[in-house]
């Protein structure tokens, strides 16, 4: 949902651009990983300090989810945010990362989100199976597709192939987006999985489509028509940490309604 990113705005000021604390119980202490699948962290430069653990607020999560990136802001009509990502380590939630600059719609959050109006939805969200990018796989533990001519993300609500990928001559209508045309924002991202399962059985139409995670569109940093974006080396850290395999979600939400999932 890029191609209506909205408002450049001044940055927030960025953090250091790297992200995992090498003081961090790595991924590897909550599951054995053969050494050539391992991705090392990447580094967080300066010393860690002590911040609220915000993943120790969801109580909804599913008892197999190991890591959980929760992207808060402090009220709904900001479009300003952060991301911090947790892995659960024997039952607790530790901190896996700084918490990053991240923007949202640029009318911020709505818990009744809906098609064509730029709000990101609130709620508890899985990682789509497949990852994607203009680019080349930046080194992502899910498959990944690199955008051809052809790839579109169908946006028309009167779709039977409403909010999913596509591949087609022709534009499949509606508010559709040419993925591959996306430049930088769609360099890479994940989809999540707000109106789509395991969320909902099928879409529904005109409750909105298209909520990825994705790249600024400008180095600055920018409002977005509902998606979240981060900075560019940001993004590749998050998307190389998650692990289809400890079951990851994402926590959209302001601070204030964090203890309601």
Request: glycine share 8%; hydrophobic share 35%.
């Amino acid at each position: 949902m890029n191609r209506r990113a909205l408002l450049s705005g001044a940055a927030a000021a960025l953090a250091a651009p790297v992200l995992f604390a090498p003081t961090t119980p790595a991924l590897g202490a909550t599951r054995p990983r053969p050494p050539e699948a391992a991705t090392p962290p990447p580094r967080r430069s300066g010393p860690s300090t002590p911040r609220r653990n915000l993943a120790a607020r969801l109580t909804t999560l599913p008892t197999q989810t190991r890591q959980v990136l929760v992207v808060g802001a402090d009220s709904y009509t900001t479009t300003y945010a952060t991301l911090e990502a947790y892995v659960r380590i024997r039952d607790r939630w530790q901190p896996a990362s700084a918490a990053l600059p991240a923007r949202l719609g640029s009318r911020g959050f709505s818990d009744n989100h809906v098609e064509g109006v730029p709000t990101t939805p609130t709620g508890v969200y899985s990682i789509g199976p497949t990852m994607y990018g203009i680019a080349a796989n930046p080194g992502v533990r899910y498959p990944y597709h690199q955008l051809v001519s052809g790839d579109w993300w169908n946006e028309n609500p009167s779709s039977p192939r409403y909010n999913t990928f596509q591949h087609s001559s022709t534009s499949p209508g509606g508010a559709s987006e040419a993925l591959w045309q996306e430049t930088p924002s769609y360099t890479h991202f994940a989809v999540i999985t707000y109106n789509m399962p395991p969320n909902v059985p099928t879409p529904i139409p005109n409750a909105g489509s298209g909520i990825f995670l994705h790249q600024f569109r400008v180095s600055a940093g920018n409002a977005t028509a509902g998606c979240v974006s981060l900075a560019h080396d940001h993004l590749v850290g998050v998307l190389n940490w998650l692990d289809p395999a400890l079951s990851p979600r994402i926590v959209l939400s302001p601070y204030a309604q964090l203890d309601r999932y």
